[in-house]
């Protein structure tokens, strides 16, 4: 056993850090250190951070995409209603679609930090729950959502949110 040990200055935030690992033989643990010059730039908090980062950026995507759906359906509906093109109510169908899971996600119970991060939750998940959803069940879906008041709640329930049938058993339940 070797260990290849190197120091290296995290290339974001300047600090240096050293980063270690256990190899077989220290021929191994010396092509490691080669390895790790070229390849580890970042101290574990930046990595940590920029992961995070990336996991905001997707989520925010995928909410992004589920509201713009949603949005169709209601200018979609609006159209039927009342003629023209769904492209004439998009923009305020858009408006509508923001609205409805921004207002539903507002009223929550629990800590400062628990309460930030069950909003971003909540909003993920009924903007998927909307999004399959004909616009006559909204209403229903947004009172049952609201009937889970506790931040905690959100978060616990995390991983049931990857579909909307997942959200709407959840919210059920
Ligand atoms: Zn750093």
New binding site residues.
């Given amino acids: 056993m070797a260990q290849a040990r190197i120091d290296i200055i995290?290339?974001?935030?300047?600090?240096e850090?050293t980063h270690t690992k256990i190899c077989f033989n220290r021929k191994e643990a010396d092509s490691y250190e080669e390895w790790a010059k070229e390849n580890i730039t970042?101290?574990p908090?930046?990595?940590k951070e920029a992961c995070r980062k990336f996991e905001e950026k997707k989520r925010r995507k995928a909410l992004t995409g589920n509201i713009m759906k949603r949005a169709w359906k209601i200018a979609r509906e609006g159209a039927e209603k009342f003629g023209g093109s769904p492209r004439e109510y998009f923009r305020e169908s858009l408006r509508m679609a923001w609205g409805e899971v921004k207002e539903t996600a507002s009223d929550l119970k629990g800590s400062e930090k628990q309460i930030t991060w069950a909003r971003k939750i909540k909003e993920s998940a009924l903007a998927m729950l909307f999004a399959g959803m004909k616009p006559e069940f909204v209403p229903e879906a947004i009172k049952l959502a609201n009937g889970k008041t506790s931040a905690a709640w959100w978060i616990d329930n995390k991983d049931m949110f990857d579909s909307a049938r997942g959200v709407g058993r959840a919210i059920k339940g």
């Fill in positions: 995290c290339e974001t935030c300047g600090k850090f970042v101290c908090d930046c990595y």
